[in-house]
């Protein structure tokens, strides 16, 4: 009998005792009662999560040995002893194993499409650390599955890596595809190469122009396009590829959110989106197909931009699995292919990047959505564009004072806020701005960003540690697929400041990595408060959702190396085992 029984039976029974029952049987249910029932004052969760190390990221209760939890949300966090009393006939209990439960692991800023995309098409992640002659027999390898005249596409080179880091050209890829168009993306998703016939059949010759926001790159001696093309001028060859189907696109879906899940996410922020595709997202949690929470941000401007504003936020669909409430923009490039905007020239090439957007076309955007509720993020990498965004979001906020604002507190967003001016750094914390920031980047970027940027300009790089000690919430992701969207690569980055091998160069500035602490709220609670939820996710406390990342180590205390070596055990959802590492 469980405690839960027994209040039934005493209940039913209370009012007929007289006539039903002995005084001596009533006693007896009575001080049943009062040994169990007093003892616990609580009805059985329906789930016990314990045997493990459990971080909450709640400073006032950081460490506990069990979480229990009933419909999805925890009602208890505390000591094994005392979770005893919410084990009932019909708990579950999620044996940890030994190992280590963090809060359930927030990417702020993940392509979800794209991880799909890497997963089903030619994934040239793997030609990092490696060099060009790796990469062009993966390229020829793809060619070889193909037809003649069939478009070979793919994405996750990055040069900056390989022993001469220099950009494949057209010439390079003619070598192993001169029958098929080839267009491949750099990791970044800012730059991709193109070979003859993908420029060929794109129109694109030394006489076409560089479109706005974008670049086509040439030859320096002939002024022939080399292949390489930046940012909007992706478009130019993008829009020759056949168009992937709805099937596609459910598939990239279905295939990034099983990828998701096994590294131990329990969230992801999709910054950028469309709503057919949130469409295929509302159909998918509908059929019971995904667990992932998804908050999701519309791309702008345009269309989708316009359709959200309009129509207003969503907000916790399908149990707090599916949010939309913001709208993404892009003031400049990325720095690794040198469309970063830049104060001053590249150290290494003659140009300051450029702006995506003309800031006199996002402004509007960015006053009506603080107008409506409606979060802005924005896509800033250099130290221009990041005073640029930061000079719109001032001047909106001082246009649409918190009393005209449906959202007092807007909570507006810079994604990657990778290179600051010194004199900007205290800016963010001043206008209650979030840093959406991917570790990772600094660690992959750090190993060219002196020669990009110079020596100087690094201080204000990659800057967490200046922007926590200001007061600024650091919200923390990977930016996958340009990165891998590993949790563990992500936290270890965040804590070294070195890269995989625990190399730490020039320039690196090791006084800007943050305390274990800081990473874990980076990935848990601030990256919640970065989408407005921080009170319903991002720590294990009652009332919150029972959401937990299980990882093999102890990533908060094992030396720096090992936490790389920390296998996702298990992801809960939920309260639910949505992904289980069957290999331990």
């Given at each position: 009998m469980n405690l839960h029984e027994l209040r039934r039976i005493i209940q039913e029974n209370l009012p007929l005792y007289n006539l039903t029952m002995s005084r001596s049987r009533l006693a007896s249910l009575?001080?049943?009662?009062?040994?169990?029932?007093?003892?616990?004052?609580?009805?059985?969760?329906?789930?016990?999560?314990?045997?493990g190390t459990i971080y909450t990221a709640n400073s006032q209760q950081p460490k506990v040995e069990a979480v229990a939890a009933t419909a999805g949300k925890i009602v208890f966090a505390g000591s094994a002893a005392d979770a005893a009393a919410y084990v009932g006939s019909n708990t579950r209990i999620i044996d940890l194993h030994g190992n280590t439960a963090v809060p359930g692991f927030t990417d702020s800023h993940y392509h979800l499409t794209g991880v799909g995309e890497r997963e089903r098409t030619l994934n040239l992640e793997s030609t990092k650390n490696t060099n060009l002659e790796d990469f062009l027999e993966k390229v020829k390898a793809a060619v070889a599955m193909k037809k003649p005249g069939e478009w070979v596409t793919g994405r996750g080179w990055i040069e900056s890596e390989w022993p001469n880091p220099q950009f494949p050209t057209r010439w390079d890829l003619d070598k192993v595809a001169p029958d098929n168009p080839v267009f491949l993306t750099r990791a970044d998703g800012h730059g991709s190469v193109a070979n003859s016939l993908a420029l060929k059949v794109a129109g694109v010759d030394r006489n076409t122009k560089n479109p706005e926001g974008g670049e086509i790159m040439r030859d320096p001696k002939t002024h022939e396009p080399n292949g390489m093309v930046l940012d909007k001028a992706n478009a130019l060859?993008?829009?020759?590829?056949?168009?992937?189907?709805?099937?596609?696109?459910?598939?990239?879906?279905?295939?990034?959110?099983?990828?998701?899940?096994?590294?131990?996410?329990?969230?992801?922020?999709?910054?950028?989106?469309?709503?057919?595709?949130i469409e295929h997202l509302r159909k998918m949690y509908e059929s019971g197909q995904t667990k992932l929470r998804i908050y999701y941000a519309v791309s702008g401007p345009g269309k989708e931009a316009r359709k959200l504003l309009d129509q207003g936020a969503m907000i916790g669909l399908y149990g707090d699995r599916l949010t939309v409430r913001s709208i993404k923009l892009y003031m400049d490039g990325a720095l690794g292919s040198k469309g970063a905007a830049l104060l001053e020239t590249y150290s290494d090439y003659n140009t300051k990047g450029f702006f995506v957007n003309k800031p006199e076309d996002l402004y509007p955007i960015v006053e009506e959505a603080l107008k409506k509720g409606v979060q802005i993020m924005t896509h800033a990498i250099g130290d221009r564009a990041n005073r640029e965004i930061l000079n719109i979001y001032e001047k909106a906020?001082?246009?649409?004072?918190?009393?005209?604002?449906?959202?007092?507190?807007?909570?507006?967003r810079i994604e990657?806020?990778?290179?600051?001016?010194?004199?900007?750094?205290?800016?963010?914390?001043?206008?209650?701005?979030?840093?959406?920031?991917?570790?990772?980047?600094?660690?992959?970027?750090?190993?060219?960003?002196?020669?990009?940027?110079?020596?100087a300009r690094l201080g204000g790089a990659y800057a967490w540690r200046t922007f926590i000690d200001s007061g600024v919430k650091v919200a923390g992701g990977s930016d996958a697929p340009v990165e891998r969207g590993d949790p563990r690569i992500e936290f270890y980055d965040a804590v070294a400041r070195k890269d995989l091998k625990g190399f730490s160069g020039e320039g690196w500035h090791p006084e800007l990595?943050?305390?274990?602490?800081?990473?874990?709220?980076?990935?848990?609670?601030?990256?919640?408060?970065a989408s407005f939820e921080e009170n319903i996710k991002g720590s294990l406390e009652p009332g919150k959702l029972a959401d937990l990342t299980v990882f093999s180590k102890d990533i908060m205390t094992v030396p720096e190396m090992e936490i790389l070596k920390a296998d996702t055990v298990m992801t809960i959802v939920n309260g639910e085992v949505v992904y289980e590492n069957k290999t331990r």
């Open positions: 009575f001080c049943l009662w009062f040994l169990f029932g007093c003892r616990s004052g609580v009805p059985p969760a329906e789930v016990v999560i314990r045997n060859i993008e829009d020759k590829i056949p168009p992937e189907t709805e099937e596609d696109r459910v598939r990239n879906l279905e295939a990034g959110i099983a990828k998701t899940l096994e590294q131990g996410w329990t969230t992801v922020q999709v910054p950028g989106g469309s709503f057919a595709e906020f001082a246009a649409v004072p918190a009393d005209q604002r449906k959202v007092k507190e807007p909570r507006f990657h806020a990778q290179v600051f001016d010194p004199d900007d750094l205290p800016r963010p914390a001043k206008l209650g701005v979030i840093c959406s920031m991917q570790p990772s980047h600094a660690i992959t970027d750090l190993h060219f960003a002196p020669s990009r940027l110079g020596m990595k943050v305390t274990r602490d800081e990473a874990l709220k980076m990935f848990t609670i601030w990256g919640a408060y």
